[in-house]
């Protein structure tokens, strides 16, 4: 079983900056979707954004704010974030797919198979 464990997380003032990372205990694979969610109380968990091959795809919510990345070796995963909102404020996961070779924007949190604990957002006005 793939464990994923998130961090960077914190508190900032509007117009702030983030980099949360998320490091995989092992290798998946080259091909596999990887992906940002967040979940506000009272709130489902909605996609960030999806990375695969070094092709991204962000929410239209956070693009032009944030930035996913990840290493070589495809075992971290990154969100930089800039210009941070209120409404940013989350719980953040990293989550990954056990297999397969797409990315689709419709992916819902079902389809991703690993998941990280998650860590905390906050973004004072």
């Known amino acids: 079983q793939v464990q994923l464990e998130e961090s960077g997380g914190g508190s900032v003032q509007t117009g702030g900056s983030l980099r949360l990372s998320c490091v995989l205990s092992?290798?998946?694979?080259?091909?596999?979707?990887m992906g940002w969610f967040r979940q506000a109380p009272g709130k489902e968990r909605e996609r960030v954004g999806t990375?695969?091959?070094?092709?991204?795809d962000s929410a239209d919510s956070v693009k032009g704010r944030f930035i996913i990345s990840q290493d070589n070796a495809k075992t971290t995963l990154y969100l930089q974030m800039d210009r941070l909102k209120p409404e940013d404020t989350a719980m953040y996961y990293c989550?990954?797919?056990?297999?397969?070779?797409?990315?689709?924007?419709?992916?819902?949190?079902?389809?991703?198979?690993?998941w990280g604990q998650g860590t905390q957002v906050t973004v004072s006005s």
């Open positions: 989550a990954a797919r056990r297999q397969g070779n797409y990315c689709f924007r419709q992916m819902a949190p079902a389809d991703f198979h690993y």
């Open positions: 092992e290798f998946i694979s080259d091909t596999v979707c």
């Open positions: 990375i695969m091959q070094g092709i991204v």
